[in-house]
């Protein structure tokens, strides 16, 4: 989330730098309104969220053999 808000606020900036907005249209993409729109945008992000979280989090195979190997002993 704090990812797509981030990414909102750059990019509205970027546009004022390179002047293709005019100043009015960057207090329009900055104001808490339409930084809440990009927050409101997180459920299309879960799926990938997860993805991550379970390559991460996933024990490898090394250790569920060895938590076998300790069942099998007990």
């Not at 907005?21 to 104001?31: C, S, T, Y």
């Amino acid at each position: 989330m704090i990812l797509r808000v981030g990414r909102a606020v750059v990019y509205a900036l970027a546009k004022q730098l390179n002047h293709e907005w005019d100043p009015e249209a960057v207090d329009l993409a900055l104001r808490p309104e339409s930084l809440s729109l990009a927050a409101d945008d997180y459920l299309s992000s879960l799926q990938s969220a997860r993805r991550s979280m379970g390559r991460v989090f996933r024990p490898s195979r090394d250790e569920q053999e060895e938590d076998l190997e300790i069942e099998l002993m007990v």
